[in-house]
T-cell receptor
Framework: GQSLEQPSEVTAVEGAIVQINCTYQ??????LSWYQQHDGGAPTFLSY????GLEETGRFSSFLSRSDSYGYLLLQELQMKDSASYFC???????????FGTGTRLLVSP | GAVVSQHPSRVICKSGTSVKIECRSL??????MFWYRQFPKQSLMLMAT?????????EQGVEKDKFLINHASLTLSTLTVTSAHPEDSSFYIC??????????FGPGTRLTVT
């Protein structure tokens, strides 16, 4: 099946910038989404890329390169509340049938 | 807008019993609902896709006779875990979507089978 690979854990300090990478398989690829999930909570949508390039939404930006089957989530001005798990997800048609990445646990320290 | 609820939020049941989890879209009509399972410190794994009024489509490796899904209306889907065993203990999350929209996730249901 499809698999999306992410680093398992990333650590950073408050105020810093961190990049979370995601490599995906091209089979049935339509677009790449990013979700944040706090422990015990629901995933919340952060960003979506269907085309190559950068999408910016406040402190969060997401980038996609279809030719490299690669994307990343960029978090700026990190805050303690950003400590959570982050997942990339590949959709086959828009947001239908998402396949989630392995997930990255972000730990933000003071 | 776009709120999805799940009930119950937590449930403990004994091995061999069945448990039903409800997923509701509160302020929109969901053409499709999805059910995911998430084990501790792991990713979300899609179990099945449910369209209103039709049979659910299960992912490979998911037992359709064990995980019964009913999508009786555009705002309600249910997942019944039949003859639950401790290995079924997990976090079950539903999501709902309309055509072309993002998936809106419910808050999840923590199932513990003793």
């Amino acid at each position: 099946g499809q698999s999306l690979e992410q680093p398992s854990e990333v650590t950073a300090v408050e105020g810093a910038i961190v990049q979370i990478n995601c490599t995906y398989q091209t089979s049935g690829f339509y677009g790449l989404s990013w979700y944040q999930q706090h422990d015990g909570g629901a995933p919340t949508f952060l960003s979506y890329n269907a085309l190559d390039g950068l999408e910016e939404t406040g402190r969060f930006s997401s980038f996609l390169s279809r030719s490299d089957s690669y994307g990343y989530l960029l978090l700026q001005e990190l805050q303690m509340k950003d400590s959570a798990s982050y997942f990339c997800a590949q959709g086959d048609t828009g947001f239908q049938k998402l396949v989630f990445g392995t997930g990255t646990r972000l730990l933000v320290s003071p | 807008g776009a709120v999805v609820s799940q009930h119950p939020s937590r449930v403990i049941c004994k091995s061999g019993t069945s448990v039903k989890i409800e997923c509701r879209s509160l302020d929109f009509q969901a053409t499709t609902m999805f059910w995911y399972r998430q084990f501790p410190k792991q990713s979300l794994m899609l179990m099945a896709t449910s369209n209103e009024g039709s049979k659910a489509t299960y992912e490979q490796g998911v037992e359709k006779d064990k995980f019964l899904i009913n999508h009786a209306s555009l705002t309600l889907s249910t997942l019944t875990v039949t003859s639950a065993h401790p290995e079924d203990s997990s976090f079950y999350i539903c999501s709902a979507t309309t055509t072309g929209s993002e998936q809106y996730f419910g808050p999840g249901t923590r199932l513990t089978v003793t």
